[in-house]
């Protein structure tokens, strides 16, 4: 199946501090979503995003396809970014989601 | 925010038990899904449906069975339950199948 990496597994960011998390995948997709779990364990959909750049507010997401990677970019991080970051793909064809490992950020005030 | 509720939002069983978890969604989406999500394990696919009494398995079916009878209602069901699925369940919906998905609040379940 299809595997995807997410980078890093961890991140400690200052309040205000911009940070990048990177999602490498094995395959073509025609699907990538990021996700952000919170600390009390909803799934918020933060950006449908196959190919091309999306803005939204603070966050942005750019995915490569023809390389097969995607990046979220926070900017000005907030205490209410912490959190766990998942990217999942679906294969063309394909029938399901696969999740990332998911990056887990903790932004301190 | 998508309309999606699971129910209950946390149960707590014991071994050998049937267990049936509930997805309902107000809005009219086609595909709904099964998620379980476990530490060291991230989310992973169970059954997922494509319409009324159309479902399919997932990467982890074993032990568990889906239905739907309506388009707003996916059941989950754990004929017995084992400890191996202490877990915390999450439902999704898309409109379609390569589309954007949105996850429901999550049940979690606690087998003895």
């Known amino acids: 199946g299809i595997q995807v990496e997410q980078s890093p597994p961890d991140l400690i960011l200052q309040e205000g501090a911009n940070s990048t998390l990177r999602c490498n995948f094995s395959d073509s997709v025609n699907n990538l979503q990021w996700f952000h779990q919170n600390p009390w364990g909803q799934l918020i959909n933060l950006f449908y995003?196959?190919?091309g750049t999306k803005q939204n507010g603070r966050l942005s997401a750019t995915t490569v396809a023809t390389e097969r990677y995607s990046l979220l970019y926070i900017s000005s991080s907030q205490t209410t970014d912490s959190g766990v970051y998942f990217c999942a793909v679906l294969k063309a064809a394909g029938n399901k989601l696969t999740f990332g490992g998911g990056t887990r950020v903790l932004v301190k005030p | 925010d998508a309309g999606i509720t699971q129910s209950p939002r946390h149960k707590v069983t014991e071994t050998g038990t049937p267990v049936t978890l509930r997805c309902h969604q107000t809005?009219?989406?086609?595909?709904m899904y099964w998620y379980r999500q476990d530490p060291g394990h991230g989310l992973r696919l169970i059954h997922y449906s494509y319409g009324v009494k159309d479902t399919d398995k997932g990467e982890v079916s074993d032990g568990y069975s889906v239905s739907r009878s309506k388009t707003e209602d996916f059941l989950l069901t754990l004929e017995s339950a084992t400890s191996s699925q202490t877990s915390v369940y999450f439902c999704a919906i898309s409109e379609s199948k390569p589309e954007t998905q949105y996850f429901g609040p999550g049940t979690r379940l606690l087998v003895l």
């Open positions: 809005e009219n989406h086609r595909y």
């Open positions: 995003i196959p190919s």
